[in-house]
């Protein structure tokens, strides 16, 4: 095999590389870097395999033509790799377009003057035949274009080459081997290049390419070339909101992102990379004590600085880089800010120390109201009953006026009372221990009590209930319930009323009744007491109502706990009832036949006529 018959072999094999290359890039085609990738291989490739044929060309028409095929790769192949260059570091971003109408100027226009060389020859002005009949076949006079274009090359490969120095020192380990692989693929075609501008007839370009084409296969399936661009991890690194910084196997600080210097400011003091951790950060020498002592796994730990007039709080978060999964290559140390949350947690800590202070004063204050309040208008209660008496018997001129401030101190004892019985529930001192009881028997003790007041006004109570109800119930809580609706319904009942209690089962909850033929409620009041607000906005001070509404949130309250609702029904100048549910036992439903109940009347005269 002769000269010629190795080269033209040799040329074909590095068009089936760069192929191939086509064909690996292709696959990955969604990204913008393959793209430029798939069309940087195929111009070296019609200018390889346009070159094999200048090779075994015979004679000049051989020699034009293939010269035509080598041209449709020759002025473009060093510009898309710049434009690669380009896209991999990010630059000019928003005016990329235009920079590649620019960049491409001078290589469509080489590309048309060689197709119309014979017209003008700014290419080539003539081709001389090789008498010594090696290769090539005819060594061609390069005109004034062919030399701006080859200046325009190496220019262009120059740039590229500077733009890939600053990103070298920055990257992670994974794309500086990246980096290599993309600056091996322009530089060997340019070494190669030079020897034919050093006095050799054989253009050894071609073969440089090839050296490219492996360069890239081994880039594409060792460091995942075209996976993940530099650029595109760096805009990861750098917009993550956690400050990273990278250390390699040695301790050395290899890069860092924008939130890592907020956190540590001196990561900015040195102008190149990489550098000893040691003279960075030995203002920190307890986080220096922590990344020399990892050794295995991810560590967590604590850190804070006095920044901005505060205290910064981090959680740090420390972890090995391996290779291969056992080769170490390097630490990563992430900071996350959580001096909010710190903060946070500090105001609520506060602000759970006042709360604390605040419900030991609240004790305390109902406790002077239990003791010193209660027990005083107790005493006034009994006073003004007997003082009434006495002043009643003889007739006394102003019994009137007694008979008032005794109302009013009974109210208020009622008022003290009610008040009392809400704090202890809402501080878990009323304990719900619900039990089966005599719904019958429950009603005639409050009635009982309730007995001497209705007396005074000639009120008559009944119960119309019959004896085998019975109500799963907390029994002061029911007790509760009873002495206050009873209580407002004589307060709201004229001389001579009535108020009947009644009962009935519905499914497995008994409706419990009091009505009265009293004044009824007036409309704005019972809009007030419909409301599902806190008993403390019910209350209007001066209102003679005032204490029924706080009555009545506390009864809510409690046939809440025991799961059923309150209700109620009035008319002025016809009376009001108050009905609401309580759960009825098991025993319950089977004390009846064919699931009714057999209705007795039992009517008792409590306080009478």
């Known amino acids: 095999m002769d000269t010629r018959q190795w080269m033209s072999v040799t040329l074909f094999l590095a068009t089936a590389l760069m192929v191939f290359v086509s064909f690996l890039s292709y696959r990955k085609r969604h990204l913008p870097v393959a793209k430029t990738m798939i069309l940087i291989m195929l111009a070296a490739a019609f200018y390889a395999f346009g070159y094999a044929f200048e090779v075994l060309s015979r004679s000049l028409n051989d020699v034009k033509l293939s010269l035509q095929i080598e041209y449709l790769g020759i002025p473009f192949v060093t510009t898309l790799w710049l434009f690669q260059v380009i896209q991999f570091t990010g630059t000019a971003a928003r005016y990329r377009k235009r920079l590649a109408i620019v960049l491409f100027v001078i290589p469509v226009m080489v590309f048309f003057l060689h197709l119309t060389n014979d017209w003008h020859h700014l290419i080539y002005e003539r081709y001389i035949l090789n008498e010594s009949d090696s290769v090539p076949l005819y060594t061609t006079i390069k005109g004034p274009w062919y030399k701006v274009h080859t200046v325009y090359n190496y220019s262009v490969l120059l740039c590229g080459m500077l733009l890939f120095i600053p990103m070298y020192w920055r990257a992670l380990p994974i794309v500086r081997k990246q980096i290599v692989v993309l600056l091996l693929g322009a530089i060997a075609p340019m070494v190669f290049n030079l020897f034919f501008w050093s006095g050799m007839n054989v253009d050894l370009t071609p073969f440089g390419f090839a050296v490219s084409g492996i360069a890239y296969v081994w880039g594409i399936l060792r460091f995942n070339l075209l996976r993940l661009t530099p650029l595109a991890m760096a805009k990861v690194f750098e917009t993550i909101r956690d400050g990273v910084v990278l250390f390699d196997y040695e301790d050395q600080i290899v890069s860092y992102n924008k939130a890592a210097e907020k956190v540590l400011p001196e990561l900015g003091m040195p102008k190149r990379y990489p550098v000893d951790m040691e003279k960075v950060l030995s203002s920190s020498p307890e986080l220096l004590e922590r990344i020399r002592a990892a050794s295995d796994g991810d560590e967590r730990f604590p850190f804070h600085r006095f ?118 529930s809402q501080k878990g001192r009323v304990v719900f221990r619900p039990l089966g009881w005599n719904l019958q028997q429950v009603v005639r003790q409050a009635l009982l009590l309730a007995g001497t007041k209705a007396g005074m006004k000639q009120i008559r109570m009944s119960e119309r209930i019959n ?43 008994i409706i419990v009744s009091v ?77 009846f036949d064919d699931g009714g109940m057999e209705e007795e009347a039992y009517e008792s005269d409590f306080g009478g006529r």
């Open 515 to 591: 009505r009265d033929n009293g004044s009824g409620i007036d409309d704005q009041t019972s809009e007030l007491l419909r409301l599902e607000e806190p008993f403390l906005k019910l209350m209007v001070k001066g209102d003679d109502s005032e204490d029924m509404r706080f009555g009545l949130a506390l009864i809510r309250e409690f046939v809440r706990i025991h799961g059923g609702s309150l209700w109620f029904e009035s008319e002025p100048g016809v009376g009001t009832t108050f009905s609401f549910t309580l759960p009825g036992s098991a025993s319950l439903l089977e004390a």
């Open 307 to 424: 920044q901005e007039d505060r205290i910064k709080h981090y959680n740090c978060s420390l972890s090995l880089i391996y290779e291969s999964g056992s080769v170490l290559i390097g630490k990563i140390l992430m900071f996350n800010d959580i001096t909010e949350l710190k903060e946070s947690e500090t105001r609520l800590r506060e602000n759970a120390r006042q709360l604390s202070e605040l419900n030991a004063f609240k004790d305390k204050l109902f406790t002077v109201v239990a003791h010193d309040i209660r027990d005083p208008i107790a005493l006034l209660v009994s006073l003004t009953e007997l003082l009434g008496d006495e002043l009643s018997a003889a007739d006394f001129e102003h019994g009137e006026l007694v008979r008032e401030l005794k109302g009013q101190v009974q109210s208020t004892f009622q008022l003290v009372e009610n008040l009392l019985d809400w704090y202890r």
């Open 467 to 509: 004896e085998k109800l019975t109500v799963r119930a907390d029994k002061e809580m029911l007790d509760l319930i009873l002495r206050n609706l009873l209580s407002n319904a004589i307060k709201f009942t004229g001389i001579g009323g009535a108020i009947d209690i009644g009962a009935v089962l519905e499914g497995d909850m």
